[in-house]
């Protein structure tokens, strides 16, 4: 089984920064694709930032130069530097990894329980 644990969310005003990280654990053999969504109350849930097993990235079109995503392989961990973040930024957060798990040849998506991010204006 694979597990996401996401962490560093929380209330700021507007203009200020937050970092996001998720960390997965379990049966994984590769994570090629990892991904934040966010979701505000009342909207859909939407693509905020994803970045690929060869590092490329590819950001909502809203959260460009203020956003950057990474990842750290061996921690098999993804992270969200938000920065300048505006009220419409709130929400809650939600990581998203495509894992390939050890034995197989399949790939699932799994998700993070998700994390509130407040911007306060």
């Known amino acids: 089984q694979v597990q996401l644990v996401e962490s560093g969310g929380g209330l700021v005003q507007a203009g200020g920064s937050l970092t996001l990280s998720c960390a997965a654990s379990g049966n994984i053999f590769s994570i090629p694709v990892m991904t934040w969504y966010r979701q505000a109350p009342g909207k859909q849930r939407e693509l905020v930032a994803r970045?690929?097993?060869?590092?490329?990235?590819n950001y909502a079109d809203s959260v460009v130069g203020r956003f950057t995503i990474s990842r750290d392989i061996a921690k098999k961990s993804v992270y969200l530097q938000m920065n300048s973040l505006l009220p419409e930024d709130s929400g809650v957060y939600y990581c998203?990894?495509?894992?390939?798990?050890?034995?197989?040849?399949?790939?699932?998506?799994?998700w993070g329980q998700g994390t509130q991010v407040t911007v306060s204006s």
């Open positions: 970045i690929s097993s060869d590092y490329s990235t």
């Open positions: 998203n990894m495509r894992v390939q798990q050890r034995g197989s040849d399949e790939f699932r998506d799994y």
